[in-house]
């Protein structure tokens, strides 16, 4: 026999609801804890920068130079001024950088922060290839005509060779087509120091004709703009049959294929010598 029972309605899900005062306390509390939060980071986004700025460690006390040769780590201490005390995170670096720039021997340079209190700088010098003589001085540039600084007895840039004509305006500006002539010709030459160290001087007064002088001779050898080293080797193979004929040569011209101009020293000599040469061998003209 089956026995029925009525359900007690009051056990039913859906009669069951959760007290409205219970949520809305826990509600209220979640967004008060938030609150209390996001005041705190305020706080701290307010206060933290004074903070770090007045802070003894972040000061900058060691500053160190790497890569520098002809640029005393002094001179770049006293180009960077106040960095030395400065707060490390505040510190303007590209303005000191440009600071540094100022020397012609720093070509490029680096800072970096190292925390808390070091500061590390990277120096890339020009290289000095000759020495330009400007307004009755020598100066030491580089490959792009950058006067780097006045010679002086603290530089021992020896060998390097002389060089007339690269400024030829009133504000001894180097020409930049004859900047590229000379630093073509030194970098062919690079190559082969037996015949780069035998440079003495420079002329390059004519933008597309280099002119050379060696250090065993008073003959000018011009090697124009191009070819420098073959021409140059050419100019020492043919040098013994040319003085042969010509005791005194005043210019040597090795432009033209397979003809060599030659003028000789000797009073009343006006126009040039035509030489033909052949593997080596000089015939007269």
């Given at each position: 026999m089956a026995v029925q029972t009525r359900t007690d309605r009051r056990f039913r899900r859906a009669h069951v609801r959760p007290s409205r005062r219970r949520r809305s306390s826990t509600a209220r509390r979640r967004l008060a804890g938030g609150s209390l939060v996001l005041f705190g980071v305020a706080l701290a986004a307010f206060l933290l920068p004074g903070a770090l700025s007045s802070a003894g460690f972040l000061q900058v006390t060691t500053i160190?130079?790497?890569g520098n040769e002809h640029v005393s780590p002094?001179?770049?201490l006293a180009l960077l001024g106040p960095l030395r005390g400065q707060n490390i995170l505040m510190a303007d670096l590209e303005t000191y950088r440009q600071h540094l720039m100022a020397s012609g021997w720093v070509k490029t340079a680096t800072l970096r922060r190292v925390l808390p209190s070091t500061i590390e700088v990277d120096v890339d010098e020009r290289s000095?290839?000759?020495l330009a003589r400007i307004g009755g001085r020598l100066y030491l540039i580089?490959?792009?005509?950058?006067?780097?600084?006045?010679?002086?007895?603290?530089?021992?840039?020896g060998g390097l060779p002389i060089v007339d004509g690269l400024s030829t305006g009133t504000d001894d500006a180097a020409d930049e087509i004859r900047a590229q002539l000379i630093s073509s010709l030194v970098t062919a030459l690079e190559a082969t120091p037996e015949l780069s160290s035998r440079i003495s001087q420079i002329n390059v007064e004519d933008p597309y004709n280099a002119v050379v002088l060696l250090s065993d001779g008073p003959t000018l050898i011009h090697l124009g703009r191009e070819q420098f080293a073959k021409r140059l080797?050419?100019?020492?193979?043919?040098?013994?049959?040319l003085r042969a004929h010509v005791a005194d040569i005043d210019y040597v011209d090795l432009r033209f294929d397979r003809r060599v101009f030659i003028r000789p020293a000797e009073p009343g000599a006006k126009s040039p010598l035509v030489v033909s040469s052949h593997a080596r061998r000089v015939e007269f003209q």
């Open positions: 160190t130079v790497r002094g001179e770049v000095a290839i000759g580089d490959a792009a005509g950058t006067v780097i600084d006045e010679n002086g007895p603290r530089f021992s840039e080797r050419e100019y020492l193979d043919l040098a013994p049959a």
